[in-house]
DNA sequence: CCAAAAGTGTTTAAGCTACACCCATGA
DNA sequence: TCATGGGTGTAGCTTAAACACTTTTGG
């Protein structure tokens, strides 16, 4: 085999392996990083301040550092950009965008993760970045709003979308937008925020509290509203992370 | 920002990015092709030829080359691995791996492939390979027959069988693995292979036929078994993807 | 007392399970 | 006529949907 100067992979590559088959790429995590703020589903989202698509938002992200896993990538990015930790909220892989001119400047490849978090703090921008903040899913995807999007990350913001509207279906994950303690009433706004509205609260109480370890009572009773209303029981997160069966949105 | 010589991708990173930040990596596609083959659930596996892993089986896959998308690479690896056709067959995405040591020789980033066929005959090794063959998934997972596996393949193998017995409860895609014209017998014995085996049929029967869009009847009959036996309908695949209510595998 | 939110009971419809039974074919 | 596989009918159970109703709090 030829070893091609240019390219520190070939120069790199004992055996086996012919340079010219392939290229170097660089590659990256972009976090779909999904919260309920005042009872909107909401995604963070960060501003460019370089070109390309200088001022056009983006995914928070980075690259993958050369001797750190890709997994990993990603809750270092979580911790940096949303402040939340793998254990307070809930991290896993989306997908992997690569389209060849998905970069105008060079080849790279983003795998993409998903992110749930409780209600957190507005974020501050960092170094790279004009500006960072919570948008309401419904504003980024209607067009209307004003918010242009950088690369294809329109495209991962709606497979991350579907993919939570799928999960609350069959999953308990809906107890990781929430804080504990909390109320059956808030576990219930989030899968009306998430989904859009329906699901009637009555039996949603039933199918939460009678599958086994989705939620486990603790002593200690809400707060009423301002507007009055009975003091509501409170709960944490319970073991099980799947939802048999499923809890469907009313769509069929 | 600096230029290192040393790698392409950052000679060619015109502005935002530190080339200090990230190193080159290679990116592939690995498959993992599940197909029946008498009453058995097999998936494709090619043996090396080279170190590391040389005699280890391996998935089928390759570079993603400097112009191709990740999807593209997976199709056109899936054609020429397994003469399968998207169309006839299914292929999605499943997960991304890279860890930082997961090849001996330097950064790999894989992204990995689910891809579903009907009955194929017997593949030929490529040129890089010692053999290429179909292995019962029960013989490559048992451990005692002798089938060891290169790189991180085990893993992903084990993810790519979860994620088949999954997807057979909540989609159409069974349907992916006999070839049409097809019988409900035919249909089911795809249930019982992947799964292991319960699926009353009396019920299975009721639950295909009365699903939307899962099979259309076609004329005709199959002919008998060789033991005799009813000549049963014939179907081929209709236009629905989902199964709601899902089919439950027995194991709640 | 009224509005708002928590929580319970009950009726009805739908879906799934299990099992019995009949039909068509080849040996 | 028997074994084998295809296919239907039906009773009974479990679950989910819909709606009525009670309770607790703040104004």
């Known amino acids: 085999m030829t070893i091609d100067n240019e390219a520190t992979l070939a120069a790199r590559a004992p055996d086996g392996y012919d340079p010219s088959d392939y290229a170097p790429f660089a590659v990256t995590v972009d976090l779909t990083v999904f919260t309920i703020r005042t009872g909107r589903l909401c995604l963070l989202l ?21 001797a750190e896993g890709i997994d990993s990538a990603a809750s270092r990015e979580l911790l940096e950009e949303a402040k939340v930790d793998v254990f307070t909220g809930h991290l896993e892989q989306l997908a992997t965008y690569g389209d060849p001119d998905r970069d105008p400047r060079m080849r790279v490849v983003s795998v993409a993760y998903l992110a749930f978090a409780p209600d957190l703090p507005d974020p ?128 069929r």
Chains 1, 2 share one sequence.
């Not at 937008?177 to 009637?200: I, K, N, Q, S």
Request: net charge negative.
């Open 124 to 251: 501050v921008a960092g170094s790279d970045a004009a500006d960072a903040r919570w948008w309401a899913i419904d504003d980024i995807l209607d067009g209307e709003t004003g918010v242009s999007l950088a690369f294809d990350h329109q495209q991962i913001i709606s497979d991350g979308l579907e993919r939570v509207r799928a999960k609350l279906e069959y999953t308990t994950l809906a107890a990781r937008f929430v804080a504990e303690p909390f109320t059956l009433g808030d576990l219930h706004a989030v899968y009306t925020a998430v989904w859009g509205m329906p699901v009637r609260l009555t039996n949603f109480r039933r199918k939460v509290t009678s599958t086994e370890g989705f939620v486990i009572p603790v002593d200690g009773h809400s707060a009423p509203g301002p507007a009055g209303g009975a003091p509501a029981a409170l709960y944490r997160r319970g073991p099980a992370n799947e939802l048999h069966p499923p809890l469907r949105r009313g769509e």
């Open 46 to 66: 960060v501003q460019r301040a370089e070109d390309p698509y200088a001022r056009a938002w983006a995914l928070p992200g980075g690259f993958v550092k050369p």
